[in-house]
């Protein structure tokens, strides 16, 4: 009933946990697609779920277009699966809208999720719309991806005005994703002031970022790096302002000494952490007068 009530009946149910065989059954009448018990093979779940997935109807472009042009959140969301498919949209463009794009770099582990969620609630505050376009790796394995970036952006009540649409690598090199620069066209279509793009953990070489993005912050944290390092060509030569996040730990003053050192003192450089809610306006404040 929620399902059709939220416009989404054609998303499968999966159960997972210790279900007694005898209640099958009428989990099925009631609409659960499949029920896995511990002891479930992994390899057996993910074909289950990669043949529910098959299963869905494709998107009907008029109707998505339609919502989209409405402000509707949902048809936002099928529009952009569609794209991320490369399903033909029969020549349609999303209009052109007036978002700063923002790219997010680091390494891994820098906190640029965590970054990202309290910068984004300063531009909520600020009044302003907001939407993350969040990278994660995919496995060399598998070829799946997590796509847990968004838990720690997702706190609080939901908020329409700000949107989180995470992307799966899928093996592209260069720290973005497959048809991301279209994701975010469609993003700027719809209306949203600021759309932060937050890379995939980066190496020294993954710039991609820079051609997509207005502007780059580069988020670092204490001990990621000394002089030499912080001179390298690269990802520190894209960045227009840098984020040392994670300074209440020991070395944050050590390393901004030498990250100052080496950049010298254009480009912006702020202390902030992420987990104490620290410094954060600084950044907000630069954005918003872009």
């Not at 999966?14 to 002891?39: H, Q, R």
């Not at 531009?123 to 796509?147: F, N, Y």
Request: proline letters at 6%; glycine letters at 14%.
């Amino acid at each position: 009933r929620l399902r059709r009530e939220l416009g989404i009946d054609f998303v499968p149910v999966v159960l997972g946990g210790i279900v007694p065989f005898s209640d099958y059954p009428a989990l099925k009448e009631m609409g659960v697609a499949a029920v896995f018990n511990p002891g479930s093979h992994v390899d057996k779940i993910i074909e289950t779920l990669r043949e529910l997935a098959s299963r869905k109807p494709p998107a009907d472009l008029d109707e998505l277009k339609a919502g989209y042009a409405k402000g509707d959140p949902l048809a936002l969301s099928r529009l952009i699966t569609a794209v991320q498919r490369g399903q033909a949209l029969n020549g349609w463009q999303p209009p052109k809208g007036g978002a700063r794009v923002i790219g997010v770099t680091g390494a891994p582990g820098v906190g640029k999720s965590s970054f990202i969620a309290r910068l984004g609630k300063r531009l909520r505050q600020a009044g302003k719309k907001v939407a993350v376009v969040a990278i994660d790796p995919s496995s060399p394995v598998t070829g799946g991806a997590l796509l847990g970036d968004r838990l720690r952006m997702m706190t609080g009540e939901p908020d329409e005005r700000f949107f989180i649409r995470s992307l799966s690598s899928g093996g592209s090199s260069g720290g973005l994703a497959p048809h991301c620069e279209d994701v975010v066209r469609v993003l700027d279509g719809f209306g949203f002031e600021f759309i932060l793009v937050e890379t995939v953990g980066a190496g020294q070489g993954d710039v991609d970022v820079r051609r997509l993005a207005d502007r780059t912050l580069l988020v670092l944290m204490p001990e990621s790096g000394d002089a030499i390092q912080f001179s390298k060509a690269g990802i520190m030569e894209i960045a227009d302002a840098f984020v040392l996040n994670k300074c209440d730990l020991a070395g944050a003053d050590a390393t901004e000494g030498q990250l100052r050192g080496a950049v010298g003192e254009e480009r912006p450089l702020w202390r902030v952490s992420a987990v104490r809610d620290e410094g954060l306006d600084a950044v907000a404040d630069w954005l918003l007068g872009l």
